[in-house]
């Protein structure tokens, strides 16, 4: 079956970086796009982007303005996701999730989610 | 980026009963590119419907979805204990795909 395993939560201070991992299984790592997505407390989702498991194309939301970067291991079938300059308002649950048909749509497997905290 | 309102907030019902969801988007969705998710407390979320009516693999037939343009609905024809939780509407024909605010769907 399909599984996501995100690593565990995270407490990091402003202006730091933190690096989220997605463990993944069950499916041919190569053949799926990635999806990144976060929930503040009291928040909508939010779309972050996607990461292609196949070429490595990547597509970031505006929003983060180069503060972003996704990676993939394809030997790991992991893909990794790292937002630096933290602010107290990137306090979030952060989520992979499959995408369920090709690059930006909808998710059909999820992480577990990985709590980050920033906070001085 | 296109601005999904979900109502109710919250939806107080027994099992047994409908439960009937409602997401309003601000402009057209294209190629009704509509999906909805349940999500319970400390869990992640799971797709239920993806392209306005097409239920994801293994989910129960009680769950229908429907709409067209800015208008859509979910519906939980006769509600089991397990479907209590908050479900959400995402469209994603229009970049940055959005997320609506959530209907709560609670034990009355």
Do not use: H
Not at chain 1, 28 to 56: C, H, K, V, Y
Not at chain 2, 18 to 27: D, E, G, K, N, Y
Not at chain 2, 31 to 46: E, F, I
Not at chain 2, 67 to 90: K, M, W
């Amino acid at each position: 079956q399909v599984q996501l395993i995100q690593s565990g939560a995270e407490v990091k201070k402003p202006g730091a970086s933190v690096k989220v991992s997605c463990k993944t299984s069950g499916y041919i790592f190569t053949d799926w796009t990635m999806n990144w997505l976060r929930q503040a407390p009291g928040q909508r989702f939010e779309w972050m982007g996607w990461i292609s498991g196949g070429n490595g194309g990547r597509k970031y939301s505006d929003k983060f303005q180069g503060r972003l970067t996704f990676t993939r291991d394809t030997s790991a079938s992991t893909v990794s996701m790292e937002l630096s300059s933290l602010r107290d308002e990137d306090t979030a649950v952060y989520y992979c999730a499959r995408d369920g048909y090709s690059s930006g749509y909808f998710s059909d497997y999820w992480g577990q989610g990985t709590l980050v905290i920033v906070s001085s | 980026e296109i601005v999904l309102t979900q109502s109710p907030d919250t939806l107080s019902l027994s099992p047994g009963e409908r439960a009937t969801l409602s997401c309003r988007a601000s402009q057209s969705v294209s190629v009704n590119s509509l999906a909805w998710y349940q999500q319970k407390p400390g869990q992640a979320p799971r797709l239920l419907i993806y392209a306005t009516s097409y239920r994801a693999t293994g989910i129960p037939l009680r769950f229908s979805a429907s709409g067209a343009g800015t208008e859509f609905t979910l519906i939980i024809s006769r509600l089991q204990p397990e479907d209590f939780g908050v479900y959400y509407c995402q469209q994603y024909g229009s970049s940055p795909q959005t997320f609506g605010q959530g209907t709560k769907v609670e034990v009355k």
